[in-house]
């Protein structure tokens, strides 16, 4: 979409460009932001992570590298940031963390239509709730940011066959629970 226009942009901002870095936070600030409150309900500090984020971008652009993908390479930064800042917010309440991916768990509430209460949304919205969070990851990713194997395979630090085989299995599932006669009588 922004190929080429990213392109120019992060090239400019390696250099410490500060109005292409206005430009990059201008265009990627819904996107990133839309993607951080998929993790957390608390928008607060998903809005703060953004804003140091792009800061330390800013601060360190002389350790910043040419990508083939800004977008990717934003989202897997922020990813990162994001994940940090709530592992933090955790060990902070006294959250003992199980699992370190318990810590970037994607919550469906945030990019599901919750106001939308026909039958057919609500049908949908609650066999999307009962798919793994990195089914529900993947379908966003795929379906919502429109990321290319070869980006999602990046941003989640699997390789590419994994990201093609995660998404087919997803699909499959969400399929098998609209279908199932079981989830049906649920409703």
């Not at 400019?12 to 990133?32: M, N, Q, T, W």
Request: aromatic letters at 14%; proline letters at 2%; glycine letters at 2%.
């Amino acid at each position: 979409m922004y190929q080429k226009a990213d392109e120019i942009i992060w090239n400019l901002c390696l250099k410490g460009d500060r109005k292409a870095f206005e430009v990059l936070y201008r265009r990627y600030y819904p996107i990133l932001y839309n993607y951080g409150k998929i993790y957390s309900k608390d928008t607060d500090l998903v809005k703060n992570c953004l804003q140091n984020f792009f800061v330390k971008l800013m601060s360190n652009y002389s350790g910043l590298s040419q990508t083939a993908s800004v977008r990717c390479y934003l989202l897997k930064a922020f990813r990162y940031a994001l994940y940090n800042e709530l592992k933090s917010e955790q060990i902070r309440n006294g959250i003992l963390i199980s699992c370190p991916d318990d810590v970037l768990t994607v919550k469906a509430d945030q990019f599901l239509d919750e106001e939308d209460l026909s039958p057919k949304n609500v049908f949908i919205s609650s066999a999307f709730r009962k798919l793994s969070s990195k089914q529900q990851e993947i379908l966003y990713l795929y379906y919502i940011r429109e990321l290319n194997h070869d980006e999602i395979s990046d941003l989640l630090n699997i390789n590419y066959q994994s990201s093609k085989n995660l998404l087919f299995r997803s699909i499959a599932k969400l399929r098998s629970l609209l279908l199932s006669d079981s989830f049906m009588d649920e409703e």
